[in-house]
């Protein structure tokens, strides 16, 4: 669809007006539709955002950049800018940047149960939901600056291990991730309607080491060839 944008050039990041999205079709064909995570394809007042796109429900990042950060002082529900207790220590003009006080709003967190809230409420009706995970991506500002770019509330079951941060923070937000799907599909068996439903998961990307961690330690591409950015069959393709 398109590469990451220039900062600053928001015309080349938004999808154009009247473009038929999945969420569109889904919509017109009578579906609840919802998207919550990470978005980078229009903000507020352009023709890429949700609300514009198909979309009845939208929470999370609307900016791609400031999504590397896990602690971030606001994210948005629909257009409306909801603030969080988190402090930032830098936000620049795309709001890139991490915490220097962080609380209990950790984004994937508020993120997933917002996903499952929706499933509840629309368990009567067919919907069509997109989780778009930020989970295990990076910080890349605050690796730059301490050395760590997995932001994690707890390293869990990892914290022992004799590794080196970033891998131990990697590990830990592979794990949660999967809680999280976890308690997806929980919802739906507990709500009746796991047999009518089609959940499809994908990866935009192979693993990385953007973090600092290091992808071979876990054999993160398993028999595949490259890393995020590299053109190699690990590397590219959804998985």
């Not at 609307?62 to 896990?70: E, I, K, P, S």
């Not at 500002?141 to 891998?167: F, L, M, S």
């Not at 290091?214 to 028999?223: I, Q, S």
Request: proline fraction near 7%.
């Amino acid at each position: 669809m398109r590469g990451n944008a220039p900062r600053g050039n928001r015309s080349i990041q938004a999808l154009r007006d009247g473009e038929r999205t999945l969420a569109r079709l889904f919509k017109d064909a009578g579906y609840a539709t919802a998207l919550f995570g990470k978005w980078g394809l229009g903000e507020v007042g352009s023709p890429g955002h949700p609300s514009r796109t198909g979309f009845d429900e939208f929470f999370g990042y609307l900016n791609q950049t400031y999504a590397h950060n896990y602690y971030p002082s606001f994210l948005f529900r629909g257009s409306e800018r909801v603030p969080l207790r988190n402090v930032p220590e830098q936000e620049d003009p795309d709001s890139a940047g991490w915490a220097r006080v962080r609380v209990e709003d950790y984004a994937p967190d508020l993120i997933v149960d917002a996903t499952l809230r929706f499933v509840e409420q629309n368990r009567a009706r067919p919907f069509f939901l997109y989780l778009a995970t930020t989970l295990p991506h990076a910080n890349n500002e605050a690796r730059r600056t301490t050395g760590d770019g997995q932001e994690v509330p707890d390293c869990g079951r990892y914290a022992k291990e004799p590794w080196p941060a970033p891998d131990k923070g990697q590990a830990a937000m592979v794990s949660r991730l999967d809680r999280d799907i976890g308690r997806l599909v929980a919802k739906l068996e507990e709500l009746g309607i796991a047999r009518d439903t089609l959940a499809l998961f994908s990866s935009d990307n192979g693993p990385h080491r953007e973090g600092g961690n290091d992808p071979e330690r876990f054999d993160a591409n398993g028999p595949l060839r490259g890393l995020k950015r590299n053109l190699h069959e690990g590397a590219s393709a959804c998985r």
